[in-house]
Nanobody
Framework: QVQLVESGGGLVQAGGSLRLSCAASGSIFSIKAMGWYRQAPGKQRELVAGIISGGSTNYADSVKGRFTISRDNAKITVYLQMNSLKPEDTAVYYC????????WGKGTLVTVSS
C-alpha cells in the first residue's frame, strides 16, 4: 500500500516562508512525476509545481520566482520551498506522485495572514 505523508504546513505572515515535505512509502514503482497541488476554499484544485523523472520542473505562473520544487530520490521525498508568501497562497496543499498509478496525500493546510 502506498502512502504519501505531507508535513510543513502552518500559519505564516505575508512575506514569510514555509517548506513542505512529502515522503512516500510503499510499493511505488517507475515514478514519472512528483508534484504539489493546492485547493483554496471555493476553488478547484490546481497544479502548483511539478518535477518529472528527468529533473525538469514546471510552475504555476502565480508562484514562479517564489516557490521551488525539489526531490530526494533516495528518500522518495518531494519538497516545496515557498518564499514571499501571499494571502492568496492560502490553501490545502496536496502531494501527488505518478508512477504505475497515481497517488495523493491527504493534504496540509497553509494559511498566510495579511
Amino acid at each position: 500500500q502506498v502512502q504519501l505523508v505531507e508535513s510543513g504546513g502552518g500559519l505564516v505572515q505575508a512575506g514569510g516562508s514555509l517548506r513542505l515535505s512529502c515522503a512516500a512509502s510503499g510499493s511505488i514503482f517507475s515514478i514519472k512525476a512528483m508534484g504539489w497541488y493546492r485547493q483554496a476554499p471555493g476553488k478547484q484544485r490546481e497544479l502548483v509545481a511539478g518535477i518529472i523523472s528527468g529533473g525538469s520542473t514546471n510552475y504555476a505562473d502565480s508562484v514562479k520566482g517564489r516557490f521551488t520544487i525539489s526531490r530526494d530520490n533516495a528518500k522518495i521525498t518531494v519538497y516545496l520551498q515557498m518564499n514571499s508568501l501571499k494571502p492568496e497562497d492560502t490553501a490545502v496543499y496536496y502531494c501527488n506522485v505518478v508512477g504505475l498509478g497515481e497517488y495523493w496525500g491527504k493534504g496540509t493546510l497553509v494559511t498566510v495572514s495579511s
